[in-house]
């Protein structure tokens, strides 16, 4: 069996499962997609850009500053680390709906 007709299956089933779901989910997909979001997403391996947002209070806060904050050890490079295992379980689920959606 191919992956063409292993990767058919699967989504199948899915469809089968979700019911009317599954259109929900594949339409809103395809609007990420057509946003370009997922072309400019980060790659596995790229650091978050550095930037800055107000908190709920409307203190300015940095990425760096609030990870050094709730972690007094950080360590860049483990945090690096630990972005990249994000960035790659959010490729892996982007594979997964690519999968679904069947392209």
Known sequence: ???QQTAAEFKAK???MLGEKFSIITDDMERVRAAGTVDNAL???QSAPVFT???AFGDQVSLQALLAKADPTFDP???LKQ???QVSII???NFSGRVIVGL
């Open 1 to 3: 069996m191919s992956l």
């Open 14 to 16: 899915v469809q089968g």
């Open 43 to 45: 790659k596995v391996g």
């Open 53 to 55: 947002l107000p908190d």
């Open 77 to 79: 490079v483990e945090g």
């Open 83 to 85: 972005q990249a295992n």
């Open 91 to 93: 490729s892996v689920c």
